[in-house]
């Protein structure tokens, strides 16, 4: 035997797992730069790669002393930056259970009972789209690679259908769609045609009516469920008709905002979507699912196949008649990586999932009437789902990276600033039932005096207290 006995490896790791999974984050730990990590490991152990090995134990310490510790608690409450995460323990547990199995999940040949469990999520998803049965998908890592392989059979479908137009392909968007939209473009060699936002900052069906009419190289247009920086879920219904009168292909990105669909007090806002030609949600944004996981969903699988599927001479006996993942996304080999969120659906059940989501919606709806009750801070937008948007008249930019950076380093809150048409502004982001809308409020009342008397002002306890 190569390796040996394995057993201590396997017990370190996986004790730690136990312990850890359970266990709060650390809202104080933090990202730290390569050299300071490359010179405290080199000091506690010199070299770790070496050719006879290290050992469980030391391997064990530099993950737990060093390197974990240098990473940013994502599930934290009080992390409220960026898309925070905040994934259930029975679905972190599950991962573990899904990285045991090592399950090949790109082909039903090798997966069928994981990739069947997988479809159960899909179904889930897709009918609260409002779609037929014989619609279909996989999970891939992230929005971002989902929304490349959605807008690549987007282009497909179209070069099948009336091939190359004759100014290129082009994707319709507005320039409140998510950074990797416009990525895919440019890996797919897509013009990205730019289409104005109405005063609501909703893509709408008449902006993108006359962009269509005025440019019939555009083959698909995307719309957001929910964009990330405000929360903005453009007017779905309209932008669908506008574009299928052209022949145009319908792609709403709902990688953060999508989990809305679950949550009564929210639906209204997606209305349309059962028309879309595809969809992608992130749950390792706000259904409750650890990295990496978006599904990626069709209407009409079929397409999606006919873009996807690889071909080879080793390849070629694998079974077609089945809906592959592989066949459906940029990617071959594949972990079965929505597994964990249907560990956690069949444990818990979806009416947690709508409760959970609408437990973010309604601290966000309270954090803006706070926002609003304030003489010193202006909210910017209503929220339509779950991210504030707000700035402090008299403050910069600076001012505020200051105060971001001092509550972050005390591991108080994480709330970074951003921009909102163009000027500085703050940011919320809540995707944690756990998510107080008292205690973020508490911390917003020191944005009340000068940035000098903000950053001078006495320390708040850690997160959550
Ligand atoms: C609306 C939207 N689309 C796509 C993405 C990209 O997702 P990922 O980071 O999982 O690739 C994000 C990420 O925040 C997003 O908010």
Not at 141 to 166: F, K, M, Q, V, Y
Not at 242 to 249: N, P, S
Request: aromatic share 6%; proline share 6%; with cysteine.
């Amino acid at each position: 035997m190569v390796w040996g006995d394995e057993s201590e490896a396997v017990a370190a790791a996986l004790e730690w797992a136990r312990a850890r999974t359970v266990r709060a984050s650390d809202p104080k730990t933090t990202a730290r730069p390569p050299e300071e990590l490359a010179e405290e490991v080199a000091e506690e152990v010199g070299e770790v790669i070496t050719p006879e090995g290290i050992g469980a134990q030391r391997a064990m310490q530099i993950f737990t002393e060093i390197l974990e510790p240098a990473t940013r608690s994502q599930d934290d409450p009080m992390n409220l930056a960026y898309i925070p995460a905040a994934p259930t323990r029975a679905s972190v547990a599950f991962d573990e259970a899904v990285a045991s199995a090592n399950i090949f999940g790109g082909l039903w040949e090798t997966g069928a009972g994981a990739i069947f469990a997988e479809n159960q999520v899909l179904t889930w998803i897709t009918d609260m789209l409002g779609w037929p049965r014989s619609s279909g998908g996989c999970f891939v890592s992230g929005g971002t690679a989902g929304n490349l392989s959605a807008i690549a059979a987007a282009r497909e479908s179209w070069r099948t259908r009336h091939g190359r137009p004759e100014g290129g392909f082009k994707l319709a968007c507005s320039s409140t769609a998510h950074s990797s939209v416009r990525s895919a473009a440019r890996l797919l060699d897509m013009e990205v045609v730019p289409i104005p936002v109405d005063e609501r900052d909703h893509l709408t069906g008449a902006a993108v009516a006359d962009a269509l009419a005025s440019d019939p190289s555009i083959v698909a247009v995307v719309a957001s469920a929910g964009s990330t920086n405000a929360g903005v879920v453009d007017d779905i219904d309209d932008v669908a008709d506008a574009a299928h009168a052209h022949g145009a292909w319908v792609h709403v990105d709902g990688a953060y905002g999508g989990a809305g669909l679950c949550a009564p007090s929210a639906q209204d806002r997606f209305r349309g979507v059962e028309k879309v030609d595809s969809f992608t949600v992130d749950p390792h944004k706000w259904l409750f699912a650890p990295y990496d996981c978006c599904a990626l969903v069709y209407r009409n699988p079929a397409q999606a196949l006919a873009t996807h599927s690889q071909h080879a001479e080793y390849l070629d006996n694998a079974e077609r008649g089945k809906q592959n993942p592989a066949d459906l996304a940029a990617h071959l080999t594949r972990r079965t990586r929505g597994l964990p969120l249907w560990y956690s659906l069949a444990v818990h059940g979806t009416d947690r999932y709508t409760q959970a989501v609408e437990m973010s919606l309604s601290t966000a709806r309270a954090v803006a009437a706070g926002i609003k009750e304030r003489s010193f801070l202006r909210l910017l937008r209503e929220p339509e789902l779950s991210i504030v948007v707000f700035d402090r008249p008299g403050w910069d930019w600076d001012d505020y990276v200051t105060w971001s950076n001092r509550l972050a380093r005390d591991g108080v809150i994480l709330c970074v600033p951003t921009r909102h048409k163009g000027a500085p502004a703050l940011r919320l982001a809540f995707v944690n039932p756990e998510t107080k809308a008292e205690h973020v409020l508490a911390i917003l009342d020191s944005l009340a005096g000068s940035p000098d008397e903000a950053n001078a002002s006495p320390k708040h306890g850690p997160a959550g207290a």
